[in-house]
Protein backbone atom coordinates (compact mmCIF):
# COMPACT_ATOMS: atom_id res chain seq x y z
CA UNK A 1 0.00 0.00 0.00
CA UNK A 2 1.28 3.48 -0.91
CA UNK A 3 2.04 6.17 2.07
CA UNK A 4 3.29 9.41 2.60
CA UNK A 5 3.51 10.39 6.20
CA UNK A 6 4.28 13.42 6.55
CA UNK A 7 5.82 15.10 9.77
CA UNK A 8 7.32 18.22 11.44
CA UNK A 9 4.62 20.81 11.42
CA UNK A 10 4.27 22.86 14.15
CA UNK A 11 4.07 26.54 15.45
CA UNK A 12 6.35 28.79 14.97
CA UNK A 13 7.12 32.48 15.26
CA UNK A 14 7.73 34.78 12.11
CA UNK A 15 11.17 34.50 11.09
CA UNK A 16 11.99 31.68 11.86
CA UNK A 17 12.57 28.06 10.52
CA UNK A 18 10.77 24.09 10.25
CA UNK A 19 11.86 21.37 8.37
CA UNK A 20 8.90 19.20 7.30
CA UNK A 21 9.86 15.43 6.24
CA UNK A 22 7.27 12.74 4.35
CA UNK A 23 8.39 9.53 4.90
CA UNK A 24 7.14 7.57 1.92
CA UNK A 25 6.33 3.31 1.56
CA UNK A 26 4.66 1.20 -0.56
CA UNK A 27 6.64 2.12 -4.37
CA UNK A 28 9.88 2.92 -5.61
CA UNK A 29 10.43 6.28 -4.18
CA UNK A 30 13.22 6.91 -5.91
CA UNK A 31 11.68 7.03 -9.42
CA UNK A 32 9.32 9.69 -8.83
CA UNK A 33 9.07 13.33 -9.19
CA UNK A 34 7.57 14.90 -5.47
CA UNK A 35 5.72 17.74 -4.75
CA UNK A 36 4.88 19.93 -1.41
CA UNK A 37 1.54 21.40 -1.96
CA UNK A 38 -0.29 23.95 1.01
CA UNK A 39 -3.40 24.91 1.68
CA UNK A 40 -4.20 27.58 4.06
CA UNK A 41 -7.09 27.55 6.77
CA UNK A 42 -10.81 27.58 4.46
CA UNK A 43 -8.50 28.45 1.25
CA UNK A 44 -7.37 26.84 -1.95
CA UNK A 45 -4.63 24.54 -2.80
CA UNK A 46 -1.33 26.06 -3.69
CA UNK A 47 1.20 24.49 -4.84
CA UNK A 48 4.78 24.96 -3.57
CA UNK A 49 7.51 23.51 -4.95
CA UNK A 50 8.82 19.78 -6.97
CA UNK A 51 11.77 17.65 -7.07
CA UNK A 52 12.73 15.17 -9.94
CA UNK A 53 13.48 11.79 -8.92
CA UNK A 54 17.07 12.01 -8.26
CA UNK A 55 16.84 15.35 -6.94
CA UNK A 56 18.67 17.18 -9.38
CA UNK A 57 16.41 19.17 -10.51
CA UNK A 58 14.16 21.37 -8.19
CA UNK A 59 11.78 24.19 -8.80
CA UNK A 60 9.59 26.74 -6.54
CA UNK A 61 6.70 29.43 -6.66
CA UNK A 62 7.39 32.83 -6.76
CA UNK A 63 5.93 33.12 -3.04
CA UNK A 64 8.56 30.75 -1.58
CA UNK A 65 11.59 31.57 -3.93
CA UNK A 66 14.81 32.13 -2.24
CA UNK A 67 13.04 30.81 1.65
CA UNK A 68 12.27 26.72 1.12
CA UNK A 69 14.33 24.12 -0.12
CA UNK A 70 13.01 20.72 -1.55
CA UNK A 71 15.15 18.02 -1.12
CA UNK A 72 15.21 14.00 -0.64
CA UNK A 73 16.85 11.47 0.60
CA UNK A 74 16.03 8.40 -2.30
CA UNK A 75 18.29 5.90 0.48
CA UNK A 76 15.86 6.71 3.12
CA UNK A 77 12.51 7.38 0.96
CA UNK A 78 11.92 10.27 2.44
CA UNK A 79 11.20 13.73 0.98
CA UNK A 80 11.77 17.17 3.03
CA UNK A 81 10.69 21.00 3.36
CA UNK A 82 13.27 23.69 4.81
CA UNK A 83 11.61 26.62 5.38
CA UNK A 84 13.21 29.56 6.36
CA UNK A 85 11.94 33.21 6.94
CA UNK A 86 8.56 31.94 8.10
CA UNK A 87 5.87 34.34 7.58
CA UNK A 88 2.10 34.54 9.07
CA UNK A 89 1.37 33.66 5.24
CA UNK A 90 2.85 30.46 5.42
CA UNK A 91 0.60 29.39 7.60
CA UNK A 92 -1.07 26.14 5.89
CA UNK A 93 -1.31 22.61 6.29
CA UNK A 94 1.83 21.21 3.79
CA UNK A 95 0.83 18.33 1.76
CA UNK A 96 3.86 15.84 0.15
CA UNK A 97 2.42 14.17 -2.77
CA UNK A 98 3.64 11.67 -5.31
CA UNK A 99 3.54 13.60 -8.58
CA UNK A 100 0.23 15.11 -9.58
CA UNK A 101 -0.85 12.86 -12.60
CA UNK A 102 -2.24 9.58 -13.03
CA UNK A 103 0.01 8.25 -10.73
CA UNK A 104 -0.43 10.61 -8.05
CA UNK A 105 -0.93 10.00 -4.23
CA UNK A 106 -1.29 11.94 -1.38
CA UNK A 107 -0.13 12.62 2.47
CA UNK A 108 -2.47 13.70 5.16
CA UNK A 109 -0.90 16.52 5.34
CA UNK A 110 1.28 18.65 8.07
CA UNK A 111 -0.38 21.79 10.02
CA UNK A 112 2.28 24.53 10.12
CA UNK A 113 1.37 27.82 11.55
CA UNK A 114 3.33 30.83 12.21
CA UNK A 115 2.40 33.03 14.83
CA UNK A 116 3.69 35.06 17.56
CA UNK B 1 2.31 34.76 -12.64
CA UNK B 2 0.42 32.38 -14.55
CA UNK B 3 -3.02 31.72 -12.98
CA UNK B 4 -5.59 29.76 -13.39
CA UNK B 5 -9.58 30.85 -13.08
CA UNK B 6 -12.27 28.95 -12.07
CA UNK B 7 -15.62 29.93 -10.63
CA UNK B 8 -16.02 30.41 -7.10
CA UNK B 9 -19.30 28.28 -6.51
CA UNK B 10 -21.65 25.91 -8.91
CA UNK B 11 -24.71 24.99 -7.53
CA UNK B 12 -26.89 22.07 -9.30
CA UNK B 13 -30.19 19.71 -8.03
CA UNK B 14 -29.52 16.23 -7.57
CA UNK B 15 -29.70 14.40 -11.13
CA UNK B 16 -28.80 17.65 -13.52
CA UNK B 17 -25.35 18.55 -15.21
CA UNK B 18 -23.10 20.33 -13.43
CA UNK B 19 -19.92 22.03 -15.50
CA UNK B 20 -17.26 23.69 -13.70
CA UNK B 21 -14.49 25.67 -16.10
CA UNK B 22 -10.85 26.45 -15.68
CA UNK B 23 -9.48 28.98 -17.94
CA UNK B 24 -5.44 29.93 -18.50
CA UNK B 25 -3.57 31.23 -21.32
CA UNK B 26 -1.40 28.22 -21.83
CA UNK B 27 -4.02 25.43 -22.02
CA UNK B 28 -3.78 24.88 -25.63
CA UNK B 29 -0.59 23.58 -25.41
CA UNK B 30 -0.62 22.27 -21.45
CA UNK B 31 -2.94 19.52 -20.09
CA UNK B 32 -5.64 20.28 -17.30
CA UNK B 33 -6.24 17.85 -14.75
CA UNK B 34 -8.78 17.74 -11.78
CA UNK B 35 -8.72 17.24 -8.40
CA UNK B 36 -11.85 17.00 -6.27
CA UNK B 37 -11.61 17.92 -2.51
CA UNK B 38 -13.92 16.62 0.32
CA UNK B 39 -13.96 18.29 3.63
CA UNK B 40 -11.24 17.72 5.90
CA UNK B 41 -9.44 15.39 3.29
CA UNK B 42 -6.96 15.26 0.71
CA UNK B 43 -7.49 15.89 -2.75
CA UNK B 44 -8.31 12.95 -5.38
CA UNK B 45 -7.98 13.12 -8.90
CA UNK B 46 -10.63 12.58 -10.99
CA UNK B 47 -9.28 13.80 -14.47
CA UNK B 48 -5.56 13.77 -15.67
CA UNK B 49 -4.53 14.77 -19.32
CA UNK B 50 -7.87 16.80 -20.29
CA UNK B 51 -10.32 14.22 -20.61
CA UNK B 52 -8.83 10.81 -19.17
CA UNK B 53 -10.26 9.30 -16.22
CA UNK B 54 -8.09 7.14 -13.61
CA UNK B 55 -9.65 3.66 -12.21
CA UNK B 56 -12.15 3.84 -9.89
CA UNK B 57 -13.76 7.21 -11.01
CA UNK B 58 -17.13 7.13 -12.07
CA UNK B 59 -18.04 7.54 -15.51
CA UNK B 60 -20.19 11.02 -14.68
CA UNK B 61 -17.15 12.38 -14.47
CA UNK B 62 -15.44 13.69 -17.58
CA UNK B 63 -13.49 16.26 -18.49
CA UNK B 64 -12.71 18.70 -22.17
CA UNK B 65 -10.58 21.45 -23.18
CA UNK B 66 -10.52 24.09 -26.21
CA UNK B 67 -8.49 27.15 -26.61
CA UNK B 68 -8.15 28.40 -22.86
CA UNK B 69 -10.79 26.57 -21.24
CA UNK B 70 -10.94 23.32 -19.43
CA UNK B 71 -14.04 22.15 -18.56
CA UNK B 72 -14.78 19.37 -15.92
CA UNK B 73 -18.53 18.29 -16.66
CA UNK B 74 -20.85 15.80 -13.81
CA UNK B 75 -22.91 14.27 -15.76
CA UNK B 76 -26.48 13.72 -12.91
CA UNK B 77 -24.56 14.69 -10.14
CA UNK B 78 -25.23 13.32 -7.28
CA UNK B 79 -25.22 14.42 -3.05
CA UNK B 80 -22.04 13.21 -2.57
CA UNK B 81 -20.61 14.45 -5.42
CA UNK B 82 -20.27 17.84 -3.44
CA UNK B 83 -16.71 18.99 -2.64
CA UNK B 84 -14.22 22.00 -3.60
CA UNK B 85 -12.70 21.28 -7.07
CA UNK B 86 -9.38 22.27 -8.33
CA UNK B 87 -7.91 22.04 -11.86
CA UNK B 88 -3.83 22.44 -12.49
CA UNK B 89 -1.84 22.92 -15.21
CA UNK B 90 1.73 24.47 -15.72
CA UNK B 91 3.23 27.69 -16.75
CA UNK B 92 4.16 27.20 -20.79
CA UNK B 93 7.55 26.63 -19.22
CA UNK B 94 6.44 23.50 -17.82
CA UNK B 95 8.47 24.43 -14.92
CA UNK B 96 5.21 25.97 -12.22
CA UNK B 97 2.57 24.04 -11.24
CA UNK B 98 -0.25 26.25 -11.14
CA UNK B 99 -3.65 25.44 -9.31
CA UNK B 100 -6.48 27.16 -9.86
CA UNK B 101 -8.62 28.83 -7.04
CA UNK B 102 -11.06 25.81 -6.98
CA UNK B 103 -14.85 25.49 -7.08
CA UNK B 104 -17.02 24.83 -4.22
CA UNK B 105 -19.89 22.23 -5.89
CA UNK B 106 -23.17 22.26 -4.33
CA UNK B 107 -25.35 19.59 -4.80
CA UNK B 108 -28.93 19.91 -3.03
Known amino acids: EVQLVESGGGLVQPGGSLRLSCAAS????????MHWVRQAPGKGLVWVSRINSDGSSTSYADSVKGRFTISRDNAKNTLYLQMNSLRAEDTAVYYC?????????WGQGTLVTVSS | SYELTQPPSVSVSPGQTARITCSGDALPKKYAYWYQQKSGQAPVLVIY???KRPSGIPERFSGSSSGTMATLTISGAQVEDEADFYCYSTDSSGNHVVFGGGTKLTVL
Open chain 1, 26 to 33: GFTFSSYW
Open chain 1, 97 to 105: ARGLGIKSH
Open chain 2, 49 to 51: EDN
